[in-house]
């Protein structure tokens, strides 16, 4: 029978502190004659017998940091970097990262253009078009969703809302002026030819608590956070964001960079997006990341459960970005931005690293 046989590796570090150990142990060191006293360490031998212990002594080095903006915590989308994280697949790239929850997309896009953080998950796309139109350090290092296949839009159970058609003239909750909820908004009341006004209104559960308060007369939500609320009678489905046509093949939402922090930091974000796709593969494969995500999210599994029929892999693909032409033609309509960008402006902003 054959037998295999493995050499275990032993890596720089580790074989400098063997070899140190050994230097270091007493019944490894020469014989002397009876009588003979035992000469101290000087000179090169005793500097390197003192770096060798101070190195034993030192702790471990860190790994490196990244600080992440993500808009809205709770969804689906926005649990990759933590779930994947905490799953370890970011400690594999050699990271930890230093997670900050935004309201949204604005807050989210201002603090990268700042560079008060490295990346920033799920500004809207239009929104970065109109910054970077205007001169602000972005680029665009991957589609963090496209379509709006993840929204839906509800009233409160009593509301006398039934349907869109006869929504005119109402409040529409977004999560920040110029998000991705903004232009998608402004699609809706297009495609069902009616006036609605935007109204930023924060986070999900700050737009559940005041769309229960009647603040404001149509929510919006990222499934599946808030099914439950639908499961229980509460509020009132009354449009998807896949109603809308156009919006299906459209990235909304970008992760971004400043351009600084690309230029300094590029093996670290190439490591984030490794990890990223890491991250992807495990959250559709494996049933225990749905635990995860219900624990995370403080939803009930079999509501978490629901989350990739709304939020498919393929949207979720950070090296998907399509349908620009699309966008900044909306973004003109809506006022994001005075003229379409360039082809040479679009390779500037767009630059997903490898």
Known sequence: MAIETRRRHIGPGKRFAVLARRALRPDKQPEQPPGTRMPRLGGRTGAVAAALLAWLACPVLAQDALKIAIGQRGGWEQAVSELGQNAGFFKQQGLVLDLLYTQGSGETLQSVISASVDVGIGPGTHAVLGAFAKGAPLRAIGGSFTSADDQFYYVAADSGIRDMKNADGKTIAISTTGSASNIFALALAKHFGITLKPQPTGNYAATLTQTMTKQVDIGFS?????????????????????????????????????????????????????????????????????????????????????????????????????????????????????????????????????
């Open 222 to 354: 990222q499934a599946p956070f808030n099914l439950n609320v639908v499961d229980e009678g509460k509020i009132r489905i009354v449009a998807f964001g896949r109603d809308v046509p156009e919006l299906r093949t459209m990235t909304s939402r970008l992760i971004i960079v400043n351009s600084a922090v690309l230029v300094q930091k590029r093996d670290l974000i190439v490591r984030y997006l490794r990890g990223f796709h890491a991250t992807l593969d495990w959250l559709y494969s494996d049933a225990t990341a749905i635990s995860a995500y219900a624990a995370w999210s403080g939803l009930p599994e079999a509501i978490a459960k629901r989350a990739p029929e709304f939020l498919s892999k393929e949207n979720l693909d950070p090296d998907r970005i399509s349908g620009l032409e699309t966008m900044m033609r909306d973004a003109v309509k809506f006022k994001f931005l005075p003229a379409p960008l360039s082809d040479a402006q679009l390779q500037e902003l767009i630059e997903i690293p490898r």
